[in-house]
């Protein structure tokens, strides 16, 4: 499933990736700034330093594509969850450039995670646990309680039920 283009997200994303990499702000689309992996490949370079140990700079498509694949290896050692980064085709085809903003932001929240880095962030904290305490007699008391969640069919049966052909079992054939 594609992802929802979004200009402005787009923006504030390659936005956050230049000011991390302290380097002007091309003048190109957010698909063409991304398009060889050496920009993502710089700036995994930059909140993990050495996680990425060569940054291919030919032309060529296969070199361009592995710095994607590099790049999306080393998210995922970084936190990034699987279910967060995209395709390579999603970035070099420009298939799906919505994940690619979205993966970069699930990058920006997984700094937040790390100690070590100082800033720049992008997108909001992630959550922290809220561990809970219940005492025996609450627990026990919940126990009781059988909640709308285990639901209830009033009675409901499959008598009746006959819409569609029969299946008829022939014996002795």
Not at 64 to 81: L, Q
Request: glycine share 10%; charged share 25%; net charge neutral.
């Amino acid at each position: 499933m594609f992802a929802k283009k979004d200009p402005e997200k787009e923006n504030e994303a390659i936005q956050w990736i230049f000011q991390v990499l302290g380097e002007p702000l091309p003048d190109k689309t957010f698909g063409e700034i991304l398009r060889d992996g050496q920009v993502m490949c710089r700036l995994m370079n930059k909140l993990s330093p050495g996680c990425i140990a060569k940054i291919n700079t030919s032309g060529s498509q296969f070199k361009m594509m592995e710095n994607i694949n590099n790049f999306t290896d080393a998210m995922r050692k970084y936190g990034v969850s699987n279910q967060d980064l995209f395709q390579t085709a999603d970035l070099f085809e420009g298939r799906d450039l919505g994940s690619v903003c979205n993966a970069i932001f699930s990058l920006g929240r997984a700094t937040y995670l790390h100690p070590e880095w100082t800033g720049p962030w992008l997108g909001p904290r992630p959550a922290e646990e809220n561990k809970r305490e219940f005492s025996e007699e609450v627990l026990a008391a919940s126990k009781t309680h059988i909640g709308l969640q285990a639901g209830s069919n009033k009675g409901a049966t499959q008598a009746g039920d006959n819409v569609g052909a029969q299946r008829r079992v022939i014996l002795g054939k």
